[in-house]
């Protein structure tokens, strides 16, 4: 069982920036693809971005492409969102994820993660 746990959300005017922090409890956590979705109301949750165990590989939702970066730390089990350029359509509950075979397959997929955590929530004011 791995548990995750977010911080970091809040309030913020449009244009402005939040770094999302994400720590797993677990060491195995390093070998793991980890993931950023989100959920806006009345809306499915959505990838956001994920990076590969080694940081080498990421991917980015092309909503996010340029403004949003995936990093992570596996010497803190933690994994960072920072999102700078934020817009109102970013507002949204912001969920981390983990998944030892997201990347084969798909890192994009929920249905590729098997653990999450229980969400942050970003406002973004106009």
């Known amino acids: 069982q791995v548990q995750l746990v977010e911080s970091g959300g809040g309030l913020v005017q449009a244009g402005g920036s939040l770094r999302l922090s994400c720590a797993a409890s677990?060491?195995?956590?390093?070998?793991?693809?980890m993931g950023w979705f989100r959920q806006a109301p009345g809306k499915e949750r959505e990838f956001v971005a994920a990076i590969s165990w080694s940081g080498g590989n990421t991917y980015y939702a092309d909503s996010v492409k340029g403004r949003f970066t995936i990093s992570r730390d596996n010497a803190k089990n933690t994994v960072y969102l920072q999102m700078n350029s934020l817009k109102p359509e970013d507002t949204a509950d912001y969920y981390c994820a983990v998944g030892a075979h997201a990347q084969a397959i798909g890192p994009n997929l929920r249905s590729a993660y098997d653990y999450w955590g229980q969400g942050t929530q970003v406002t973004v004011s106009s």
């Open positions: 677990r060491r195995t956590f390093s070998s793991y693809v």
